[in-house]
């Protein structure tokens, strides 16, 4: 009885759970067709073993209750493991990614709904995964507006600083275009952004 009292305790005190983190064991297109008739999204969390943020992302932030239990209800989330299998890696090539964690975010289309490069604390990141699933400023629903040319300045901020994190590079291109050209009051830091895309870029025929 003792002992069952102490369990108690230390349950209260660290939010004892019994809920873990569901990781889908199939194949992204498994996943996708899965999706097709539900509210659910795909989640890709690209890791490695042993790597600082991986590691920290999976004990300090995955593992939060809140994070667990929306996780579990909004998700289909597959870990993939570019640096140790060809087919993710090509997957994470495939969606511009250059460094890791990486998890990017899926609709029943395929489509990149946003992205998360790195980590962070359990309460900004239910925040943003939140933001994500309900559609709150993502990089789809900008680009969207982009393409509808719903265009403001806010827009091309907002868009500015989803492109710093190697997305699509053609459509970024063209964000960046306008916000060199455009006649809205754009902000000195999106300005810079833009210019420094356009400085970085390789030139050709020299």
Do not use: H
């Not at 962070?120 to 309900?134: F, Q, R």
């Not at 982009?146 to 291109?173: H, T, W, Y």
């Not at 063209?174 to 006649?183: F, G």
Request: glycine share 4%.
């Amino acid at each position: 009885m003792l002992i069952l009292i102490r369990l108690l305790v230390i349950c209260l005190f660290f939010s004892c759970s019994s809920e873990s983190y569901k990781w889908y064991k199939g194949s992204v297109d498994e996943a996708l067709s899965l999706i097709q008739n539900s509210d659910k999204i795909i989640l890709l969390d690209f890791y490695a073993d042993g790597w600082g943020g991986c590691v920290r992302l999976d004990a300090e932030t995955l593992s939060n209750e809140e994070v667990l239990q929306f996780s579990n209800q909004n998700f289909i989330s597959l870990k993939l493991k570019p640096w140790d299998k060809k087919e993710d890696s090509d997957l994470l090539d495939t969606y511009n990614g250059q460094a890791i964690p990486l998890l990017i975010f899926l609709n029943n289309k395929k489509e990149e709904i946003d992205r998360i490069l790195g980590f962070y604390p359990a309460t900004e990141y239910l925040s943003m995964i939140k933001d994500i699933y309900y559609g709150k400023d993502t990089y789809l629903s900008l680009k969207k507006k982009f393409k509808q040319e719903e265009v403001n300045s806010l827009v091309l901020s907002k868009l500015a600083i989803k492109c710093g994190d190697n997305r699509d590079p053609d459509f970024c291109e063209e964000v960046y275009l306008d916000i060199i050209n455009t006649s809205k009051v754009v902000d000195e830091d999106t300005i810079f952004k833009a210019e420094l895309f356009f400085a970085n870029q390789p030139v050709f025929g020299l």
